[in-house]
């Protein structure tokens, strides 16, 4: 005669453990749901803290955004003006180099004016270097150097406004 009697005690307890652990499980999800559900007051009052937080770095970054924007287009507008008179620079002394290169009378008032008007662009560079002749035509290399050195005064001070225009905060 076997003695089963162990082995059902053994069974009915292992039924009883998985009982007990499927009400419990049950217990510990509807407390946790519960939980979830209603927070508590310093729950809230922490998510309210971290939402109010959220909030005011939201408006900080659109108005940090806007004065970016704001300086971008100062800074645009100097450029642009910056442009428009070295582009006259340019022009004058192109107007300059073309006049001495077919040797106009120096008598003429337009010669006069131009001469007047580009003297002060004009003299950092004059006798810098000889300017060829022939034939009554002078290529005015002082001319030239004056407006490739004007060139890159240009370019230096239009760089320097993209630095400004473009500087970059960290976040």
């Known amino acids: 005669m076997v003695d089963n009697k162990l082995a ?3 069974a009915q307890r292992a039924i009883n453990y998985e009982t007990v652990k499927s009400t419990v499980q049950a217990d510990v999800d509807a407390e946790i749901a519960a939980n979830a559900g209603a927070p508590t007051v310093s729950q809230a009052a922490r ?11 939201a408006v900080e970054e659109v108005a940090e955004t806007e004065r970016e924007v704001g300086r971008g287009r100062a800074l645009a ?11 006259v620079i340019y022009g004058l002394l192109a107007i300059r180099l073309l006049l001495e290169l077919f040797a106009a009378r120096e008598s003429a008032g337009f010669v006069k004016f131009i001469k007047s008007v580009t003297g002060i662009f004009y003299a950092p560079f004059s006798g ?6 022939k034939d009554g035509f002078t290529l005015a290399l002082p001319i030239i150097i004056a407006i490739v050195a004007y060139m890159v005064l240009h370019l230096a001070i239009n760089g320097l406004l993209r630095i400004f225009a473009h500087r970059k905060t960290s976040i």
């Open 8 to 10: 059902q005690d053994e």
């Open 77 to 87: 507008r100097v450029s642009q003006v910056v442009d428009y008179i070295f582009f």
């Open 47 to 57: 998510v309210e803290n971290i939402a109010a937080n959220m909030r005011h770095k």
């Open 128 to 133: 810098i270097v000889p300017s060829p002749s």
